[in-house]
């Protein structure tokens, strides 16, 4: 079913990271410096929070010498930079990540124990920085890494969310949602920027008026304004020459505290604008399901969007004035997903209204600056707007936008004369019963260049997505699949792998990744197996130990550890699993010597606050993991743990002790995936369907080290059209059928029948529209070929060795070096130290 192909190669510019700025007695003397000086304590009195805030006020000391320098020569060098937008960032903790891209972190563990102080301790001090939801966020975050490492000109813009992603509890098995709160008392890494603050206009009018050369002029009265206020975090490449920004835009009220109306006695009153603007970046939406959350969530994209602009324009102009004819070679922008589309009607305005150019030399520096990359096709992903709320929030804009439609209609009755389908298709505005615009339109419309994030994601963008786009522009659409920083996702999250690694091919690996294929010629070396295999095992002691102190479970060490980390949804069937989990209890009750080697499912997932059903299946995966992990007789072969509050820093813990990686999505709905590649990097197995990444990490791995099972993109289109029957599945399934009506019964709920039905209805009659039930009996059986090819100990280390030796694709520098060549035509710039 796969082919092999071979590594791209990543061409790193970057050099390997030098010698250490500090030595241990420097470093040293800088955190106790600054635990006196910055934090006002001293040696007796600091707890571990202390010395954490002191160790990331000794390594920013040196982060902010790179960033000084970096900024210095971009500037003399004026270079060309691309600009990220992205409503997500998910960076996770900072300290531990720069000291690894400095060379420092053994110095830093040297000092600290010098000091009586452990430096794991002090690394779990660090709050997540949760401004992301899951993938799309993460990948962001991969990339600007890549791009600093790659000494890329770039810059990160985002919103300075006070409230990133929640903490998820579990209580009685349900998901509970708290406010993260990351920064309550200040960030370290953060720099605040006073004298880059941007005004925003919302709301208000459109007056129309008549210049003296008879040229329409249009004028937009806003309604409000409000100030982005813009935090610096600095992000170091590896081996900290180029350290480039993300800049997060917070919101404020721009008017002045009105001290009169406080003085009345108006103490409430007199703070309802500022609390109103601040609202703006208040909280990162896991979902927009209210009338005022969506509004909210547009005025977000657009405040961010409209500040970044103007940063950009600003920064443009310090070097060319008002000279717009170089803007283009400047300034490329990325869009990640629809989210900051608006940024395209929006510069356009500023074109136009502002500088007054023509509509067409507008259009065109606009279509030279933007470039889109679409995530998704599950069409409720795919952003829309009422036009009456564009209207109300950014009137100019709307107006902007039937222009852009208007002159596109054009164009594609040219194409297509008379064609009235396709012009309603291809139109930005949906004239539904409620007229929508439609974000993904506008972003091909008005972007030089589309891409997905995997082989497959991309052809399926062409051929079912956008195939008319495809052919009026046949250049635009392109592909560049996703990748993964292996400096955070092995180096650092995998000390010990790494060290092995080195010792066998040297330390270049984390920036030229390719290069682990040099281990594939180990594979079958047994002594070389032992030591990878230890590692693994290591990793899994370390994991039960987390295990234990989050949830009170011990579990067996000696088991698979059998691992499903990503956000909650249907499409990537975490149900399927628990399926599958159920079928096993069964088998063992029904026969207590079924031959299976002990294996611990292990699950992290969030779901959208809003999203009942994903909230029901984490419920289920509960509930019935309690049962199994309390029954004597399965638990010592079968035990289920769901770890609460899954995040980027306990991905870390969990992707180096995976021996099996679920990526089971149904075919043609996980537009790539990326933690398929951190788990694979690690060593992890794959049991995967043919979709998203998963087919290009088969191609790579190979199809002896993979287990894929499931429809193909191609059968899942079939079934879909011949009339899907989840039902017959049922009945024509005892298993199937035994362990839905399980689900209805109160064995897992006792006392409370009924209480998983939701899960079970949501499979039959009609439902099930991601094809668990037709998905079942292959993954059942590729879940049986993987518990006898992991009691084949030989086998197995060879397969986690090999998936391990042919990640080099998915680093997220190969990824970043196809937008450079495909999208972005940048060049590096060395930075002088
Ligand atoms: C999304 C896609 C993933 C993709 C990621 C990055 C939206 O992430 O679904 O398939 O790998 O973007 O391109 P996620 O589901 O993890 O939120």
Known sequence: KTKKSKASQAASTAAAPETPKLDKGELKAAIVRHLHCTLGTDE????????????????????????????????????????????????????????????????????????????????????????????????????????????????????????????????????????????????????????????VSLYGYVETKYGDNGRIQKEWHPGSIVKGVPWDIPVVGYGGKTVNVLRLWQSQSSGYFNWDVFNAGGYVDAQVENVQAETISKVLYPNDETEAGKELRLI???????????????????????????????????????HPAIAIPELMRILVDRAELDWDKAWQICTKTFAYTNHTLLPEALEKWPARMLEKILPRHLEIIYEINHRFMAEVEKKWPGDNAIKSKLSIIEESSEKMVRMGNLSVIGSFRVNGVAEIHSMLVKKNLFPEFDQLWPEKLTNV?????????????????????????????????????????????????????????????????????????????????????????????????????????????????YDMHPRVFIFGAKAAPGYTLAKDIIFAINKVAEKINNDPRVNTKLQVVFLPNYRVSLAEKMIPAADVSEQISTAGKEASGTGNMKLALNGAVTVGTLDGANIEIAEEVGDDNIFIFGLTVDEVAELKRKGYSPDDYYYKNAEIKAILDWLETDYFTPGKPGALASVKHSLLSGGDPYLCLADFDSYSAAQEQVDAAYRDKTRWAKMAIMNTAMMGKFTSDRSIKDYVDRVWNLTACIVEN
């Not at 500040?307 to 990640?336: E, M, P």
Request: proline share 3%; hydrophobic share 40%; glycine share 6%.
């Open 44 to 199: 007796n009195k600091a707890n571990n929070h202390a010395w954490w805030k002191a160790t990331c006020a000794a390594i920013q000391e040196l982060v902010l010498e790179g960033l000084r320098k970096t900024q210095k020569s971009h500037y003399f060098n004026d270079t060309r930079a691309v600009h990220y937008f992205s409503a997500e960032f998910l960076m996770g903790r900072l300290l531990s990540n720069n000291m690894h891209n400095l060379n420092l972190f053994e110095t830093a563990n040297d000092a600290l124990t010098e000091l009586g102080i452990s430096l794991t301790d002090v690394l779990e001090e660090e709050p997540d920085m949760a401004l992301g939801n899951g993938g799309l966020g993460r990948l962001a975050a991969c990339f600007i890494d890549s791009l600093a490492t790659m000494e890329m000109p770039a810059i990160g813009y985002g919103i300075h969310y006070e409230h990133g992603l929640f903490r998820q509890e579990i209580k009685n098995g349900a998901q509970i949602e708290r406010p993260d709160s990351w920064r309550d008392y200040g960030n370290p890494w953060e720099i605040c920027r006073p004298e880059s603050i941007q005004e």
């Open 300 to 338: 977000q994209q657009y405040f961010f969007c409209a500040c970044s602009l103007k940063d950009i324009i600003r920064r443009y102009k310090r070097a060319h004035g008002d000279d717009w004819s170089r803007f283009t070679d400047q300034v490329v922008i990325q869009l990640n997903d629809t």
């Open 481 to 593: 699949t996703n990748g993964i920083t292996p400096r955070r996702w092995l180096k650092a999250c995998n000390p010990a792998l790494s060290a092995l690694i080195d010792k066998k091919i040297g330390d270049q690996w984390p920036l030229n990744l390719s290069q682990l294929t040099e281990l594939a010629v180990y594979a079958d070396n047994k002594t070389f197996q032992k030591q990878f295999m230890k590692v693994k095992q290591d990793n899994k002691v370390a994991l039960a130990q987390t295990i234990k102190e989050l949830t009170g479970l011990t579990v067996n060490t000696d088991a698979i550890f059998d691992i499903q980390i990503k956000r909650l949804h249907e499409y990537k069937r975490q149900h399927l699993n628990l399926l599958h989990i159920l079928a096993l209890y069964r088998r063992l009750l029904e026969n207590p010597s």
